[in-house]
């Protein structure tokens, strides 16, 4: 079945730097784009930004677009998110989700990988 | 600050119905853009739950309905069932294709 993958928990220091990775199976990796989505404690949901993972073409958010990269790795169906200058305000579960191509909804989501910036 | 606005909460008696909205502008959903709706019940990821405006996706209830006019958009639930309370965002697009959430309404069933 259609699944995304993330990697496990992290605990970061500030100033630090995080590299959350999602692995998808299932489907046909090259043909969608794959988002990020981040949700503070108690907060709703902040989009970080997407990779088309057929062609590797990247968006950011305006918010973060300098402290955050997304890449993809074809060969291992798998796309991952760093963001560096860790802050306390980052502290979040983090979603990796695939968009639907035929009405741009958020269609598989992943499990979500809890990072804790803390000193 | 969120560019979508939806009401921070509503609550109804189970069998009831309820509407949220989800208001945004000309530079998103007034734009032509899809709106799509998310179920988050606590602890889990969020499940699509009404796909480009009205469609429900396979699996989904069809006590869960959703509408678009203008800038806005709808998501109404008719059999309000306790396992329905949760968390309900709305999501668009914005200018060069960047997407946008509402804040999220949280739905308390009585």
């Known amino acids: 079945q259609v699944q995304l993958v993330q990697s496990g928990a992290e605990v970061k220091k500030p100033g630090a730097s995080v590299k959350v990775s999602c692995k998808a199976s299932?489907?046909?990796?090259?043909?969608?784009?794959l988002h990020w989505v981040r949700q503070a404690p108690g907060q709703g949901l902040e989009w970080m930004g997407r990779?088309?993972?057929?062609?590797?073409?990247?968006k950011y958010s305006q918010n973060i677009h300098d402290r955050v990269t997304i890449t993809g790795d074809t060969a291992a169906n798998t796309v991952h998110m760093e963001l560096r200058s860790l802050k306390s305000a980052d502290t979040a579960v983090y979603y990796c989700?695939?968009?639907?191509?035929?009405?741009?909804?958020?269609?598989?989501w992943g499990q979500g990988t809890l990072v804790n910036v803390s000193s | 600050q969120s560019m979508l606005t939806q009401p921070p909460s509503v609550s109804g008696a189970a069998g009831q119905r309820v509407t949220i909205s989800c208001t945004g502008s000309?530079?998103?959903?007034?734009?032509?853009?899809?709106v799509h709706w998310y179920q988050q019940l606590p602890g889990t990821a969020p499940r699509l739950l009404i796909s480009?405006?009205?469609n429900r996706p396979s699996g989904v209830p069809d006590r869960f309905s959703g509408s678009k006019s203008g800038t806005s958009a709808s998501l109404a639930i008719t059999g309000l069932q306790a396992e329905d309370e949760g968390d309900y965002y709305c999501?668009?697009?914005?200018?060069?294709?960047?997407?946008?959430f509402g804040g999220g309404t949280k739905l308390t069933v009585l």
């Open positions: 989700a695939r968009v639907d191509i035929l009405t741009g909804g958020f269609d598989v």
């Open positions: 299932g489907y046909t990796f090259s043909r969608y784009s």
């Open positions: 000309t530079s998103n959903i007034g734009a032509g853009y899809n």
């Open positions: 999501q668009s697009f914005g200018s060069g294709l960047t997407v946008v």
């Open positions: 990779i088309n993972a057929g062609n590797g073409d990247t």
């Open positions: 480009a405006n009205t």
